[in-house]
Structure formats: structure tokens, C-alpha cells
């Protein structure tokens, strides 16, 4: 493989690359990690976990484990309809999932050839429809819905004064029932979809410069930290996956 290909739509990141290889970190984020070669593994703070399919619930300490071979990592938001009823299906209660399937569906081996856009995407949504249970109603107040809705929003200036003043709480209280009712704090809910709008920004050809002062970064230094924190990793090696 001769670089690295990120596509993204609505729904989900994809990022295909063989040089993963993330320090252990949590994000507010559900992710699905595929090797090509249908052998996968991830490492948590209790161990190593392999399979076809890895999925990794929002604020679960792991890592990558597959340095040096390609593999597929999707990052879905769990608190969308479409995200929540993935989480649902496939990780239940649970931090990880481990999802072995039989037949020619389980692997996406390319044999070694480069990859479009549409590629990933293709794969992606395979991937996806093998996992993607029923959708059902999101247990949450509409207060925290329509926060979700808010932040989601190409133009939301992240700050929790803002948001809480929209759906009409405090934001001590918003900050609290969103916390109680998504397992999420607020705060790192904000700090992702910050640095997750900035990305995009940045894959649609803004500087990181411009990226990180319109999404209320304090300049590149500010975003390159919050990938770290967020990613695992520096915001070059994010931008190059």
C-alpha cells in the first residue's frame, strides 16, 4: 500500500491505512476496525482482542493492534439515530464487541490493489449492513436531542453556554441529564465534533490554521493537542490515515 485514504459522508469517517499503530486513548466515538486480511486486532488494558470485526464503544481504552498491514477503521457518532442503533446491535452493553462471520462477506481483500474513494465506500457500507440492526427511538429528553441536533451543525460555536441557552437549561443541567442519559460527557461531546468538523474542513482543503480558528480552536497547536487526547495520535498522522 502506498499511502493512506480517508473518505467521509454523513454518517461515518472511514480511514484505510497500514500504519495505525495509536497510543492507548478513549473518544466519544463508536468504532468499527476491519483488517483486509479478515484477522484483526485490538488492544485494550486488559489484553488483546482478535477477530474479523472489532467494535469499539464510545470511551473504551484501546489501540490498534495490526502495525504493518492494511486494515479499515470506521468512526461513527452513537449519538445520532443512525450511530445509536449500531451501538445497540452490536456492542449491547458491552465496551467491545467481536464479530466473526462466515463466507465471502467477512473479508474485503483487494489483493494488494490501491483503493478509491468509492472503494471504501463500498466497503464501508458492507461492513456496515453485516452490523446495522433495526433502528429504534433514542432514550433520550428532547432537551438532549436537540443538543445533539445543535452540535452536529456545520455552524454550532461549541460553547456550552450557547447550547444549553438553545434548549432552555442551565448548562449545569444540560451538562448533567446529557452525561446521565448518553454516557457522554458534554464537554468531550463538544471537544470531538470540534475537532471532527475542523477534519473535514482540512480533507475539503482549508489550512489547519483556518480550520482550527473556524471551528474555535485557538490556533494549530490547540487542535494538534486535541487530536492527540482524542486520537491517540499526532494530527499529521490523523490527517494522513
Known sequence: MTGNIIYSNKQYIAGVSDTFGAKLHRHPLLEIYAAEDGHSHVRT??????????????????????????????????????GYALARNTLKD????????????????????????EN????????????????????????????????????C???????????????????????????????????YKRLENACRKMLGGSTVTAAAFDTGFSGPSHIAASSMK???????RLLDL
Not at 458492507?126 to 428532547?142: A, H, T, W, Y
Request: glycine share 8%; charged share 25%.
Open 45 to 82: 488494558e486488559n489484553g488483546e482482542l482478535s477477530g474479523q470485526i472489532i467494535v469499539i464503544g464510545a470511551n473504551a481504552v484501546h489501540a490498534i493492534a495490526d502495525s504493518g498491514k492494511r486494515g479499515i477503521a470506521l468512526f461513527i457518532d452513537p449519538l445520532t439515530e443512525y
Open 94 to 117: 458491552d465496551d467491545f464487541s467481536v464479530i466473526n462471520t462466515d463466507g465471502a462477506e467477512a473479508g474485503w481483500n483487494s489483493d494488494g490493489n490501491e483503493l478509491s474513494e
Open 120 to 155: 471504501i465506500k463500498e466497503i464501508s457500507d458492507s461492513i456496515i449492513n453485516l452490523l446495522q440492526g433495526e433502528r429504534s427511538p433514542r432514550p433520550f429528553d428532547d432537551a438532549v436531542l436537540r443538543a445533539i441536533e445543535l452540535i452536529g451543525r456545520t455552524d
Open 157 to 191: 460555536d461549541y460553547e456550552m453556554d450557547s447550547i444549553a441557552q438553545h434548549v432552555f437549561l442551565s448548562k449545569s443541567r444540560l451538562a448533567h441529564i446529557f452525561s446521565a442519559q448518553t454516557g457522554i460527557t458534554l464537554k468531550e461531546y463538544l471537544q
Open 230 to 236: 482524542l486520537t491517540g495520535l499526532q494530527l499529521r
